[in-house]
Structure formats: C-alpha cells, structure tokens
Nanobody, 123 residues
Framework: QVQLVESGGGLVQAGGSLRLSCAAS????????MGWFRQAPGKEREFVAA???????YYADSVKGRFTISRDNAKNTGYLQMNILKPEDTATYYC?????????????????WGQGTQVTVSS
C-alpha cells in the first residue's frame, strides 16, 4: 500500500503564493509519476500538473507559467509551487501516483490518491 499526505494549503490573497507538499510512504517503489489535481465546489476534479521520476513535467493551460511542479525522490516528496494565485484557483488540491512513466491528465490512470488540502484565494 501507498499513503500520500498533502500539506501546505491555506487562505491567501489574490496574487499571493503557496507551496503544497505531498509526502509519499509505504510501497512507493515503481510509482514513477506524481500528479496534482484539484476540485472546486460543484465542479469535476481536473488535472493541474504532473512530473515523472526523471523530471519531465506537464501543466494544464490554466496554470502554465504560474505553477511549478517538482519532486525530491530521495525524500519521496512532491511539491507544487503556486504563484500569482487567482480566486479561480480556489479548490481542494490532491496529489496522486501513477506506476507508469507518462504525463497523463487522466485521473483514472493514477493509482493512489491523497486526502487533499484546501486552497482558498480571496479577491
């Protein structure tokens, strides 16, 4: 089993920054891609960004240029640096792991999920 725990969410004003973390534990060997997704109230969960074990990244158009995804393989931890936050970024943010080295935006291809961390951006 794999456990994922997100942290770093909170309340921030528009234009501000937050850094989310995702700590992975358990049988993480072989799970090579980490993704971040988000779900706003009343909306479906959507892809935000993904990073492979060797550092390849992919972003949703809505966050490109503002968010940066990264990971520290030695610490089994992933990060999502969010800058120039907008009210429309308000959502619960989830990290997830995929056992295949690919930059998928399809949440069905991710095998393990964290419980989520709330990000609220005030205008």
């Amino acid at each position: 089993q794999v456990q994922l725990v997100e942290s770093g969410g909170g309340l921030v004003q528009a234009g501000g920054s937050l850094r989310l973390s995702c700590a992975a534990s358990g049988r993480t060997f072989g799970y090579t891609t980490m993704g971040w997704f988000r779900q706003a109230p009343g909306k479906e969960r959507e892809f935000v960004a993904a990073v492979t074990w060797n550092g390849a990244t992919y972003y949703a158009d809505s966050v490109k240029g503002r968010f940066t995804i990264s990971r520290d393989n030695a610490k089994n931890t992933g990060y999502l640096q969010m800058n120039i936050l907008k009210p429309e970024d308000t959502a619960t943010y989830y990290c997830a792991l995929d056992k295949v080295t690919r930059l998928s935006t399809d949440q069905l291809l991710y095998d393990y999920w964290g419980q989520g961390t709330q990000v609220t951006v005030s205008s």
